[in-house]
C-alpha cells in the first residue's frame, strides 16, 4: 500500500501532541471501560469488538496552540486510517477500531472546536475507501433520533473503523455526496493523498471546500460555524 506523503513531509507542529499511551485495550490514564460497556448498547459491532480484543485506545496529550493541536489530530487519523486499512478486509475486520483519545485543555479552544476540522477532513478523505470516522467530546450526553440516551464520554476522542455501507450513510445525510461514496466504498489501495496537499494549512483550505450549505442561524451573524458532526 503505497504510504500517505504526511508520513514524510515536513511537520513544524510536531510535539504539539504528546503520545501518552500506545494502542491498547486497556488505557490506564483514562478510565474507558465501563463507557465502553455502555455503548454496547448503541453499538452491535462494539460488544463483539471488545470480546476479541479489536476495539484499542491510543491516547495524547494536546501541548501546543489551537492550530498546531489540529494539525496533530489530522496525522494521529492518518496513522490511525493507515493501520487499519490492511486490516479491515482480514478475518474480523469490521470489528476493528481504533480511538484516539485528547487530553488535556488548549488556551481559548474546545475539544469541539479542535476536533471539528480534522474529523471533517479524516471522513470525507477515507470514506471513499471504506474507513469511518467519528467524534465524541468529554462530558457531553447525546440523545439518539429515537430519544435514546448515549453516555457522555470521559474523554474527547475520534473513532476509528471499517464503514458499514448499509448503515454508515445514514449518519451523513447531511453531506449526500459523501454518504453515496461510502456507500459505494471499496479500498483499491490508493493513495488518498494523490490529489491533496500533504500541509494541514492546504488541506484545512481544501475542507473548508466540501462543507455543506450552512442553514440560516438565529445566533449572531458572525459566529463561526463548524462543520456538522455525526454521531457514529
Known amino acids: 500500500m503505497t504510504t500517505p506523503r504526511t508520513t514524510a513531509a515536513p511537520r ?35 460488544a463483539p469488538s471488545l470480546r476479541q480484543g479489536l476495539t484499542t485506545w491510543t491516547v495524547y496529550r494536546a501541548d501546543g496552540n489551537a492550530d498546531a493541536v489540529q494539525a496533530e489530530l489530522f496525522h494521529a ?10 486490516l479491515l478486509n482480514r478475518p474480523h475486520g469490521l470489528l476493528r477500531c481504533e480511538n484516539i ?26 470514506g471513499p475507501v471504506g474507513v469511518m470516522f467519528g467524534k465524541f467530546y468529554a ?10 440516551r448515549v453516555p457522555a464520554a470521559p474523554a474527547s476522542f475520534l473513532p476509528v473503523r ?20 461510502l456507500a459505494a466504498a471499496a479500498d483499491d489501495g490508493r493513495d488518498v493523498f494523490e490529489h491533496i496537499p500533504a500541509q494541514w494549512k492546504e488541506i484545512r483550505t481544501w475542507a473548508r ?12 451573524p458572525h459566529r463561526s460555524v463548524s462543520p456538522p458532526r455525526h454521531s457514529c
Request: net charge neutral.
Open 139 to 148: 462530558g457531553e450526553e447525546e440523545v439518539t433520533e429515537v430519544g435514546a
Open 101 to 126: 483519545v485528547l487530553l488535556s485543555e488548549v488556551p481559548n479552544a474546545r475539544h469541539r472546536e479542535l476536533m471539528a476540522w480534522p474529523h471533517w477532513a479524516l471522513k470525507h478523505l477515507y
Open 162 to 181: 471499517a464503514a458499514v455501507p448499509r448503515r454508515d450513510p445514514h449518519f451523513l445525510r447531511a453531506t449526500p455526496d459523501l454518504a453515496a461514496a
Open 12 to 46: 513544524p507542529t510536531a510535539g504539539a501532541f504528546r503520545l501518552v499511551e500506545a494502542s491498547t485495550t486497556r488505557p490506564t490514564t483514562v478510565d474507558i471501560s465501563d463507557y465502553a460497556q455502555q455503548m454496547t448498547a448503541h453499538c452491535p459491532y462494539l
Open 209 to 220: 471546500r466540501l462543507r455543506p450549505p450552512v442553514k440560516p442561524s438565529t445566533s449572531s
Open 77 to 86: 487519523g492518518v496513522q490511525a486510517a493507515e493501520w487499519l486499512r490492511p
